[in-house]
């Protein structure tokens, strides 16, 4: 089956998403449909989550977080105060984090870094100065949100990508600028569809196959260092002029790739935080509790 973390799991007649329950950035998403020449709208039925989520604080106080500005400021003020400053610190914040996302988008996100000496290319210079890689997520929101309420609302979004807000370089604040300017969306009939789109468009239109439940042993390497194929549990061996490998990096290095010193480096690093997941199905619609929450 496909999705790896964003498949479907079916179970006593319901169907829970594995993995995603945020779809953020849709840009980007429909960019990828139309690589493909397809316009995303024609496969996906995207709905737009009427609010992002409640933030629930230790205390009892909530907060909810919504592409609805006059609302948004309505529910800032009473953490902030209600005066000049509260709604004017609030754009000061997205408008770096608006700079944030769209310089990341084109440096980092589009921008294909095959050496390491890339990274340092003059050009992106004034770029990278401008990101706030000297600054973490929480000291970036120290600067406009004097609650601390507030603070853990427009930070706490680095553990999407297993990362403290208080050691997340600050240019992460690009994800509460597109929760906030674009929203969170939801893919009608759940997130694998968007793969099983991806899916058809590739067999129907371009003639891929994919091939499932082949584990793969090995990649081979030949003596100038190029990937030159894969070799399979059963032992078959396929040879291909591209090998593209999408598992975990760490995982990669030590069991697809020949053994190096950056691999046994790379075993040592300190691995972000997973998660646990609860699939629970509910016989009723509970109010108190918003389409996504955080405790
Ligand atoms: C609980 C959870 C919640 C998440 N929430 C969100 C969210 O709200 N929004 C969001 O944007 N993202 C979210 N993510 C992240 C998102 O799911 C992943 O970034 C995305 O699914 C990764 O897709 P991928 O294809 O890059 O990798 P994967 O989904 O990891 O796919 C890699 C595939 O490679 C296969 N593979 C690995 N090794 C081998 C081998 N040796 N042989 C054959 N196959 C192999 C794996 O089985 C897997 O199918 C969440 C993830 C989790 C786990």
Request: aromatic fraction near 14%; charge should be positive; include cysteine.
């Amino acid at each position: 089956y496909n999705g790896g973390r964003c498949s479907l799991i079916h179970h006593n007649g319901y169907r829970f998403d594995q993995g995603p329950s945020l779809y953020l950035m849709p840009k980007i998403f429909e960019e990828r449909f139309q690589d493909l020449g397809e316009d995303i709208h024609h496969h996906i039925d995207l709905l737009k989550c009427p609010s992002n989520y409640t933030v629930h604080f230790h205390d009892g106080k909530q907060f909810e977080l919504t592409t609805d500005l006059s609302k948004l400021c309505r529910s800032l003020e009473k953490y902030e105060g209600n005066n000049e400053s509260t709604l004017m610190n609030f754009y000061k914040f997205l408008n770096e984090s608006h700079i944030h996302y769209e310089r990341s988008v084109k440096v980092v996100l589009k921008t294909n870094f095959q050496h390491w000496y890339n990274f340092f290319n003059i050009k992106h210079i004034p770029t990278v100065l401008k990101l706030h890689l000297h600054n973490s997520v929480y000291t970036r929101a120290c600067k406009y949100f004097k609650s601390e309420y507030m603070r853990m609302a427009f930070t706490f979004q680095t553990m999407y990508m297993g990362m403290s807000p208080y050691d997340g370089l600050g240019a992460y604040n690009l994800l509460q600028y597109t929760e906030i300017s674009e929203g969170i969306w939801y893919p009608k009939g759940g997130f694998n569809k968007v793969l099983q789109s991806l899916e058809s468009i590739a067999v129907e239109k371009y003639g891929a196959k994919f091939n499932y439940n082949c584990d793969v042993q090995e990649i081979i390497i030949d003596g100038k260092g190029m990937a030159k194929g894969i070799k399979l549990k059963n032992g078959n061996v396929v040879n291909s002029d591209i090998v593209i490998c999408n598992a975990d990096l760490v995982y990669a290095y030590n069991k697809l790739l020949p053994k190096t010193p950056y691999a046994k480096k790379l075993d040592k690093c300190k691995l972000t935080s997973s998660s646990i997941s609860f699939y629970w199905s509910m016989n009723q619609i509970i109010p108190q509790i918003a389409v996504h929450n955080v405790f």
